[in-house]
């Protein structure tokens, strides 16, 4: 019953199991003065229950925003996937999206300048199906070896406790591949306006694949329709004073007054014969694929519709995991994708449980057959009296060979930590940051990223401080003289000197 609700007809206060009861606010005690008495167990329940009221944050996207709405299919790409959920124009699925920043805890500000998390699951009729993405098409590192590193640089100093640049930028200056989306992060897109003016990115390179079995690469886009809109750092500010919640707040509005928020997928394609041939890795989340060379196809369309009734039920207690892919969309050998198959699955056990599936917003509403059986939480049938082992005599659970993914053929049988066949494209960091500053942004997009990297390296200090922003300084130049050039200015950095005590 919603607490708007003014009809309100009574219902019973129970404990938890059930026992309805009299006293809810005085608890039992010896005389009016007296000591409390120990069987009053209504206390202990009430006590016991609000000290694990919390669940262990997530490590990272721990502040968000989510809601339910559809997914419809409005383009034909049955000639690159067999996924049920594309079988024809017109078919609509439902879906749950949750959006969040990464870095901030759970009380931290929505107006924080940082990547927002873009992250759906569609209720499919052949399970579940999990894109987990960002805001933006690329992410800061390409190997998730270097993950926990880069996430420590975005959480607080261990000392002070303080956000620090200083870490920030020590990281990205000796990881020139975080050079493309911190481009991104700095420009005006780091602080959007609201979760509904952006876009969203799958961001990683998956497959598809058709009835023919034939695998081709794809990336997947969602373009907001309600216009990129931003806000700059001033205005930023102004938001985090005045209100740490302002993308929560919008979005809930928008679907109580019915303005449904849309955004419009489209995907990339790439044959395994382009991908071959592609002068950057196409595996390697630091980098895009030039949209005149891998048009924009239009696929759908989402619709948010409906908030959840109860937050921490539906928007806290939302798992997702890239490993949630369905028949006709595979995997890729994108480093950070394979990493984050691991991952995403394992936080959800730690945070949630095992049995994290079973919770109604990550429920499969279709069918779920295996033999998992207990743990902590399970909250089914659990297999009622079905076998628990497979093979077996007697049930009809069984694995279903027309759900077999067409082999890999791999390009190497080395096994190393470096690809020792690297072309000189795996190390180009420069070319694609160079791109989106000089073919996409506008002057006053650049005069934006200029002062926010500008406003963000100042708070670089420490006995490093000019060491830091030297080789940082040298990956904007490589990036663009212009760049480079402007961020020198605005750093007070007297760039011949810098060159000349570098030789
Ligand atoms: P296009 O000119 O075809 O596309 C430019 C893209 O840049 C558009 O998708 C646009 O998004 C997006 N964009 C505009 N401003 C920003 C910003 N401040 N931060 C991030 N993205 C922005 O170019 P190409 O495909 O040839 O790519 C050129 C550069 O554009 C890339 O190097 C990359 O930095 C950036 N980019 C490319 C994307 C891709 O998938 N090809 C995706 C996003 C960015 P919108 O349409 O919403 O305005």
Same mark, same amino acid.
């Given at each position: #019953?919603?607490?708007?609700?003014?009809? @309100?007809?009574?219902?019973?206060?129970?404990? =938890?199991?059930?026992?309805?009861? =009299? *006293?809810?606010?005085?608890?039992?005690?010896?005389?009016?003065?007296?000591?409390?008495?120990?069987?009053?167990?209504?206390?202990?329940?009430?006590?016991?229950?609000?000290?694990?009221?919390?669940?262990?944050?997530?490590?990272?996207?721990?502040?968000? +925003?989510?809601?339910?709405?559809?997914?419809?299919?409005?383009?034909?790409?049955?000639?690159?996937?067999?996924?049920?959920?594309?079988?024809?124009?017109?078919?609509?699925?439902? @879906?749950?999206?949750?959006?969040?920043?990464?870095?901030?805890?759970?009380?931290? +500000?929505?107006?924080?300048?940082?990547?927002?998390?873009?992250?759906?699951?569609?209720?499919?009729?052949?399970?579940?199906?999990?894109?987990?993405?960002?805001?933006?098409?690329?992410?800061?590192?390409?190997?998730?070896?270097?993950?926990?590193?880069?996430?420590? /640089?975005?959480?607080?100093?261990?000392?002070?406790? %303080?956000?620090? !640049?200083? #870490?920030?930028?020590?990281?990205?200056?000796?990881?020139?591949? +975080?050079?493309?989306?911190?481009?991104?992060?700095?420009?005006?897109?780091?602080?959007?306006?609201?979760?509904?003016?952006?876009?969203?990115?799958?961001?990683?390179?998956?497959?598809?694949?058709? $009835?023919?079995?034939?695998?081709?690469?794809?990336?997947?886009?969602?373009? /907001?329709?309600?216009?990129?809109?931003?806000?700059?750092?001033?205005?930023?500010?102004?938001?985090? =004073?005045?209100?740490?919640?302002?993308?929560?707040?919008?979005?809930?509005?928008? @679907?109580?007054?019915?303005?449904?928020?849309?955004?419009?997928?489209?995907?990339?394609? #790439?044959?395994?014969?382009?991908?071959?041939?592609?002068?950057?890795?196409?595996?390697?989340?630091?980098?895009?694929?030039?949209?005149?060379?891998?048009?924009?196809?239009?696929?759908?369309?989402?619709?948010?519709?409906?908030? !959840?009734?109860?937050?921490?039920?539906?928007?806290?207690?939302?798992?997702?995991?890239?490993?949630? %892919?369905?028949?006709?969309?595979?995997?890729?050998?994108?480093?950070?994708?394979?990493?984050?198959?691991?991952?995403? $699955?394992?936080?959800?056990?730690?945070?949630?449980? @095992?049995?994290?599936?079973?919770?109604?917003?990550?429920?499969?509403?279709?069918?779920?057959?295996?033999?998992?059986?207990?743990?902590? #939480?399970?909250?089914? *049938?659990?297999?009622?009296?079905? !076998?628990?082992?497979?093979?077996?005599?007697?049930?009809?659970?069984?694995?279903?060979? $027309?759900?077999?993914?067409?082999?890999?053929? %791999?390009?190497?049988?080395?096994?190393?930590?470096?690809?020792?066949?690297?072309?000189?494209?795996?190390?180009?960091?420069?070319?694609?940051?160079?791109?989106?500053?000089?073919?996409?942004?506008? /002057?006053?997009?650049?005069?934006?990223?200029?002062?926010?990297?500008?406003?963000?390296?100042?708070?670089?200090?420490?006995?490093?401080?000019?060491?830091?922003?030297?080789?940082?300084?040298?990956?904007?130049?490589?990036?663009?003289?212009? %760049?480079?050039?402007?961020? =020198?200015?605005?750093?007070?950095?007297?760039?011949?000197?810098?060159?000349? +005590?570098?030789?």
């Amino acid at each position: #019953m919603s607490m708007e609700n003014e009809n @309100i007809t009574h219902r019973k206060l129970t404990t =938890a199991s059930g026992r309805p009861y =009299a *006293e809810h606010e005085n608890t039992q005690s010896v005389g009016s003065r007296g000591p409390l008495l120990l069987q009053d167990f209504i206390l202990h329940e009430k006590m016991a229950h609000f000290n694990r009221e919390r669940i262990p944050e997530r490590v990272v996207h721990a502040k968000g +925003s989510g809601a339910y709405g559809t997914f419809k299919v409005t383009h034909d790409i049955t000639r690159y996937t067999k996924a049920k959920i594309f079988s024809e124009i017109g078919k609509s699925c439902r @879906i749950f999206l949750r959006f969040s920043t990464v870095g901030g805890e759970k009380g931290s +500000s929505d107006a924080e300048r940082d990547p927002r998390g873009f992250a759906l699951k569609f209720y499919t009729e052949d399970g579940n199906w999990d894109l987990v993405g960002n805001n933006t098409p690329v992410f800061f590192v390409k190997d998730p070896k270097k993950f926990s590193d880069f996430i420590h /640089t975005q959480k607080r100093d261990p000392r002070t406790n %303080l956000k620090s !640049p200083t #870490m920030m930028w020590d990281f990205w200056s000796l990881n020139p591949e +975080s050079l493309h989306q911190v481009m991104i992060l700095m420009s005006d897109r780091g602080t959007p306006l609201t979760y509904r003016h952006m876009d969203g990115f799958g961001s990683h390179t998956y497959s598809m694949i058709n $009835a023919e079995n034939e695998r081709v690469w794809v990336k997947f886009h969602f373009k /907001t329709q309600q216009g990129i809109k931003n806000l700059d750092a001033a205005q930023a500010s102004q938001m985090h =004073a005045v209100d740490m919640d302002h993308a929560q707040r919008d979005l809930v509005e928008a @679907i109580d007054n019915k303005e449904f928020p849309k955004w419009t997928l489209k995907i990339q394609v #790439m044959t395994e014969a382009e991908a071959k041939s592609f002068r950057w890795n196409p595996f390697d989340l630091t980098k895009i694929w030039p949209h005149a060379e891998f048009p924009l196809i239009e696929v759908g369309e989402i619709e948010l519709n409906q908030l !959840p009734n109860n937050y921490f039920a539906h928007v806290e207690q939302a798992a997702f995991a890239p490993s949630n %892919l369905v028949d006709g969309i595979g995997f890729s050998p994108d480093r950070m994708l394979q990493g984050r198959i691991l991952s995403y $699955a394992d936080a959800q056990r730690y945070r949630l449980g @095992i049995n994290y599936e079973q919770i109604p917003v990550n429920r499969c509403p279709f069918m779920v057959n295996n033999f998992h059986r207990d743990g902590q #939480m399970r909250i089914d *049938e659990n297999g009622n009296d079905d !076998p628990n082992y497979f093979p077996n005599s007697f049930g009809d659970v069984v694995p279903d060979q $027309a759900y077999k993914e067409p082999a890999w053929e %791999l390009d190497s049988n080395v096994a190393d930590w470096y690809d020792r066949n690297a072309g000189e494209g795996d190390n180009d960091h420069f070319t694609q940051p160079g791109d989106l500053y000089r073919k996409v942004l506008s /002057t006053e997009d650049r005069k934006h990223l200029v002062n926010n990297i500008v406003g963000s390296m100042n708070g670089i200090n420490g006995p490093r401080r000019m060491q830091i922003i030297n080789l940082q300084l040298c990956h904007f130049f490589r990036a663009d003289i212009q %760049l480079g050039m402007a961020i =020198a200015k605005g750093l007070g950095v007297d760039v011949e000197q810098a060159m000349s +005590s570098r030789h």
